[in-house]
């Protein structure tokens, strides 16, 4: 039950925030505004949809037959470079402003192949993303789907406040 209600409260916080943004008051002219912030509440919703599909399957995975974290993480990385590169082909053949395509596959490889800094930058990123991923199947093997996405939310909290530390501590600059 009190997975029920769980859902049931992320939905209506979900549909709360929707229509307050659907009900905010734009400029009289600009009516493709309007447009533009339901089909941003519509995606938003839609990948929580996702989202949830994907952390529930997890669980249903991990607690219902013996698979390994570290692999599913792995293949879920595998799977992810996949898409990414095929929707990235797809890009670059779609016209726009990135060197005539909306996004260029082969200038982001070949500026990724010319700057170490780049190339440490991209290794680190896929290590913290898969180590955090590897947590998360912990705590919904050990847990339940449910933590794992109150960990997840708090996550945002969690770097907001780092931020914050780190320009009200660290900087010299207010």
């Given at each position: 039950?009190?997975?029920?209600?769980?859902?049931?409260?992320?939905?209506?916080?979900?549909?709360?925030?929707?229509?307050?943004?659907?009900?905010?008051?734009?400029?009289?002219?600009?009516?493709?505004?309007?447009?533009?912030?339901?089909?941003?509440?519509?995606?938003?919703?839609?990948?929580?949809?996702?989202?949830?599909?994907?952390?529930?399957?997890?669980?249903?995975?991990?607690?219902?037959?013996?698979?390994?974290?570290?692999?599913?993480?792995?293949?879920?990385?595998?799977?992810g470079i996949g898409f990414m590169l095929l929707l990235?082909?797809?890009?670059?053949?779609?016209?726009?402003?990135?060197?005539?395509?909306?996004?260029?596959?082969?200038?982001?490889?070949h500026m990724i192949g010319g700057s170490r800094m780049?190339?440490?930058?991209?290794?680190?990123?896929?290590?913290?993303?898969?180590?955090?991923?590897?947590?998360?199947?912990?705590?919904?093997?050990?847990?339940?789907?449910?933590?794992?996405?109150?960990?997840?939310?708090?996550?945002?909290?969690?770097?907001?406040?780092?931020?914050?530390?780190?320009?009200?501590?660290?900087?010299?600059?207010?």
């Amino acid at each position: 039950l009190y997975n029920w209600v769980g859902v049931a409260l992320t939905a209506c916080g979900l549909l709360l925030i929707g229509i307050a943004a659907a009900l905010e008051q734009s400029p009289a002219n600009n009516t493709s505004g309007n447009h533009e912030r339901t089909l941003g509440v519509c995606l938003t919703v839609l990948a929580q949809v996702f989202a949830a599909f994907q952390v529930t399957f997890e669980e249903y995975l991990l607690k219902g037959y013996e698979v390994s974290s570290l692999q599913t993480v792995g293949m879920e990385c595998v799977w992810g470079i996949g898409f990414m590169l095929l929707l990235l082909t797809i890009m670059t053949c779609v016209p726009g402003n990135d060197h005539g395509a909306y996004e260029s596959l082969p200038d982001g490889v070949h500026m990724i192949g010319g700057s170490r800094m780049l190339q440490s930058l991209v290794c680190s990123y896929m290590m913290a993303i898969a180590s955090y991923n590897y947590v998360g199947m912990q705590i919904c093997r050990k847990l339940s789907a449910v933590t794992r996405c109150l960990v997840d939310c708090m996550r945002t909290a969690v770097v907001w406040g780092f931020q914050l530390a780190l320009y009200y501590g660290v900087s010299t600059q207010y």
